[in-house]
């Protein structure tokens, strides 16, 4: 067996090795990170990185299965823990309303790590993302696609910054900036909303904006991600708090204004 103990980065190569060495051997999943204990290490999805986008090269493989304990979280970082709770506020936002009402009453005991409350939001999230695993295994009838909230304009800024310059939660929330304004301005998302997402993502300290990467970067990049079909990029849109859907032959031109505005 392969144990892969460590964040979303060792859980994915580590997921990939097991995956393809003599086409399979057994996977544990021991996350230390908020990225992989609510995400990542849920799903299946495995894949490595490639220069021009993220996650080209993988496969689907579950893990035999996934030990986590919270406490890790403490050895982490401040950037690195923030960063983690943009999955979780997705998780959120995307599917499940009762989890956002708990951010925001919740917020300052969540970032303190308070053991309890940590432990069963994790829980809760991992519960959120084995269903929709479960509904959709492979990605085909619509239902995963709903985890991709965020993650078209995060996943362009990420490439766009070499991998470098923003961690995956960062650029995410970014990301579902971006997603809620064009789906405001696309008819689907509520205004309040909009705000309500961006007061929420400032709490937990993630960024809005970003800054030193050019929008046109982030755009091309956007169109080599893996979840464009003949150049057309999908789309997750919030219709309400916990309630999204996907869409597709969203206007160039007002993603391209969009992106731009998102620079600092």
Known sequence: AIVAVGGGVVGDLAGFVAATYLRGIQLVHVPTSLTAMVDSSIGGKTAVDLPVAKNLVGAFYHPAFVLT??????????????EGW??????????????VNVYESKAEALLAIDPELTTEIVARNAAVKARIVTEDERETSGARSLLNYGHTIGHGLETAAGYEGYLHGEAVAVGMVGAARLGMAHGVTPAELVERQAALLR?????????????????EAMTRDKKSVAGDVSWVFLEAIGRASLHRRVPPDLVAQVVAELAE
């Open 69 to 82: 304990d919270v406490s890790a979280l403490r050895t982490l970082p401040g950037r690195a823990l923030r």
């Open 86 to 99: 943009a999955e979780a506020l997705k998780h959120g936002l995307a599917l499940e309303a009762e989890l």
């Open 203 to 219: 709490r937990f300290g993630l960024p809005t904006s970003y800054a030193g990467v050019g929008h046109d970067a982030i755009l």
